[in-house]
C-alpha cells in the first residue's frame, strides 16, 4: 500500500496591478489564517469592549459633573437659606418688640381707644431708639410748612432706581393731589409726620419698597393702618385707608397692592396718610419718593 502524504494546506492570494503589470500572488497557511483570525477576534472583543467601558465612564463622567453642579447649587441655595433665616429671625424680633409697644397681644379689641393711644406713642418715636436718637433733628423743616401749601398733582414716573433701590420707599403710593406737607411741629401747628396724597376713594395704594407687613389693623387715629418693615431700617406708614389688602407678615414687592384709598380714623375726604421711618425716627418722604424729589 501506498502511504498517504500529508500535504500542509495554504491559501493563495493573487493581486492583479490595474496597470496591467505582471500579476503577483502569495501562498497564506492555513496555521497561519487561523492564528490571524483569532487576533482579528480578540481584536473585535477588545474594541467592542472599550467602546462599552467608553460609554459607560462618559455617562459616569457627565452624571459626575451633574451632581457637582447640584452640590454648587445646593450650596448658593444653603446660602440663600441662612441669610433668609437671619432676616426672618429680625423680623420676628422687631415684629415682637411692635407687637409689645403697640400691645396688640394684650386683648383689646379693634376699636378700643387704647389701641389707638399706644399706636400714636409709637409714633412718637417712645421704646424703639434711645432718647438722644429720638430727639435729634434729622430732617430739615421746609419753609413750605410755615406757610399755605399750594397742590401738587403727584404722578408715576419711570426709574431704574426703583429696582436698583428694592427696599428704599422710593415708590409713589398713589397718585393725587399733595393737600399736606411733612412737618416738625413748632409753637403754632403740630406735628405732622407724613405727607397727605388726595385721590378718589377707592384707589390703589401700593407699597413703596420690598417689605413685610408687620402691622395690618384699625387704629382711631390714621383708621385702617397698614405699616411694612423694609429690612434695612425703613419703615413706612399707610393710613385711612378703606380697605386693607394684606395681612400681617405678608411679604410684598415694591409696587404691589396693598390697599384701597378711604377716610377711615380722624379724616374728612379721601386721602393717603403717607410716613417714612428710618432707624426709629421719621423723614421727610421727599428725600426718598423719586416723584416729590422732582417737584
Known amino acids: 500500500m501506498k502511504k498517504r502524504i500529508n500535504r500542509k494546506q495554504h491559501i493563495s492570494i493573487l493581486l492583479i496591478p490595474d496597470d496591467y503589470s ?58 440663600k437659606i441662612t441669610l433668609l ?45 434711645p432718647e438722644q436718637e ?18 401738587i398733582f403727584l404722578t408715576r414716573s419711570k426709574s431704574n432706581y426703583h429696582e436698583f433701590a428694592n427696599n428704599i420707599p422710593t415708590y409713589l403710593p398713589v397718585e393725587g393731589f399733595l393737600t399736606t406737607d411733612f412737618r416738625k411741629g413748632d409753637w403754632f401747628l403740630p406735628n405732622h409726620l407724613g405727607i397727605d396724597i388726595a385721590s378718589s376713594r377707592s384707589s390703589t395704594i401700593h407699597a413703596a419698597a420690598d417689605g413685610v407687613v408687620i402691622f395690618a389693623n384699625w387704629t382711631e387715629d390714621l383708621g385702617n393702618l397698614i405699616i ?10 399707610y393710613g385711612h385707608n378703606q380697605i386693607l389688602l394684606k395681612k400681617e407678615n405678608s411679604l410684598v414687592k415694591k409696587g404691589e397692592s396693598i390697599a384701597l384709598l378711604g377716610s377711615s380714623g380722624r379724616s374728612t375726604a379721601p386721602h393717603l396718610h403717607f410716613e417714612v421711618w428710618k432707624e426709629g425716627v421719621p423723614v421727610d418722604p421727599k428725600e426718598y419718593l423719586v416723584t416729590l424729589q422732582n417737584n
Do not use: W
Not at 403697640?102 to 389707638?116: A, M, N, P, T, Y
Open 228 to 237: 411694612l418693615y423694609h429690612f434695612n431700617g425703613f419703615l413706612t406708614f
Open 85 to 129: 433665616y437671619d432676616k426672618v429671625e429680625e423680623i420676628v424680633q422687631y415684629n415682637s418688640r411692635l407687637r409689645t409697644a403697640l400691645e396688640v397681644d394684650q386683648g383689646f379689641g379693634r376699636s378700643d381707644r387704647k389701641i389707638s393711644q399706644v399706636m400714636n406713642t409709637f409714633r412718637r418715636n417712645i421704646d424703639l431708639v
Open 22 to 79: 505582471n500579476p503577483f500572488s502569495f501562498k497564506i497557511s492555513m496555521t497561519m489564517v487561523k492564528v490571524l483570525a483569532v487576533v482579528a477576534s480578540v481584536l473585535v472583543i477588545h474594541i467592542f469592549a472599550g467602546a462599552v467601558v467608553y460609554y459607560k465612564y462618559a455617562v459616569t463622567n457627565r452624571y459626575r459633573h451633574k451632581l457637582e453642579r447640584e452640590n454648587i447649587n445646593l450650596k448658593e441655595d444653603h446660602r
Open 134 to 151: 429720638a430727639t435729634e433733628e434729622v430732617v430739615k423743616n421746609p419753609s413750605i410748612n410755615k406757610g399755605k401749601l399750594e397742590f
